[in-house]
């Protein structure tokens, strides 16, 4: 019992961390991502993007500490979506890990376009607009897209076992299918994912973590 308890409260913190490291990282990486003279303002404020990075690959070992310490709770009720959901974890995990690798390599372009002296500046503005870009399709793709289809596994599992009580996993399996339909609106063009419409559908699956978090960590799971 005193494992489990310890379990859940790793898990918890873990999602606690997960949260404030995506926040903190996003709000670093202003200068090389929203700051239209990105290629100069990066170079000038290389320290906060690779601090930024290190704050998203917090949150990566974290998305993967909470697929893994969940398992063996969710295998004993369905091994099949427990396994689907580490799997998928880890896909998420990786997406987010190749925008990092990209905020990295604008962060190199901007370092050489400062030691160019700004020549050919066509070519880097065209080669910033493509780092940009895969960028923000791995944000779309991660903490959005995958990140409902994770959602709604151990959601699910948690509601037909009670490990947690019903409330959190209804949340959870209503946040998961509210940010999926966001990813899609978004994919298609419909919204915009820093918006307001973005910002009210991925507020559920956002209440769902810091819930579920603080329940494991004070309660734990039901026996």
């Known amino acids: 019992m005193n494992s489990n308890k310890k379990a859940a409260k790793i898990v918890g913190v873990l999602f606690i961390l997960a949260a404030v490291t995506s926040i903190i990282g996003l709000n670093l990486y202003d200068p090389i991502l ?22 998203e ?11 893994t310490t969940m398992f063996p709770f969710l295998r004993k009720y369905n091994e099949t979506i427990a396994l689907w959901h580490v799997c998928f974890r ?17 962060l190199t372009l901007s370092r ?19 780092l940009k870009a895969v960028h923000d399709w791995t944000f779309l793709l991660g903490p959005a897209f ?16 009670k490990l947690v009580p019903r409330f959190i996993s209804i949340l959870g ?7 999926f339909i966001e990813a899609l609106l978004v994919m298609f063009g419909v919204i915009q994912q820093i918006s ?12 769902n973590e810091m819930i579920l978090a603080v329940w494991l960590i004070v309660k734990g799971f039901k026996e």
């Open 57 to 67: 690959l917090i949150l990566v070992v974290s998305a993967i500490g909470t697929a």
């Open 90 to 106: 880890f896909l998420e995990a990786v997406i987010i890990t190749v925008g990092i690798i990209s905020v990295l390599s604008l």
């Open 173 to 179: 399996m209503t946040g998961a299918t509210l940010v």
């Open 112 to 130: 050489e376009f400062v030691a160019a002296g700004a020549l050919d500046t066509a070519f880097f503005q065209a080669s910033g607009a493509l």
């Open 196 to 207: 307001v419409w973005g910002a009210i559908l991925a507020l559920p699956v956002a209440a």
């Open 146 to 161: 995958m990140l409902g289809i994770n959602t709604m596994m151990y959601s699910y599992i948690f509601y037909k076992s």
């Open 34 to 55: 929203k700051d239209p003279d990105y290629l100069i303002k990066g170079s000038e404020h290389a320290n906060q993007v690779i601090l930024g990075a290190l704050m």
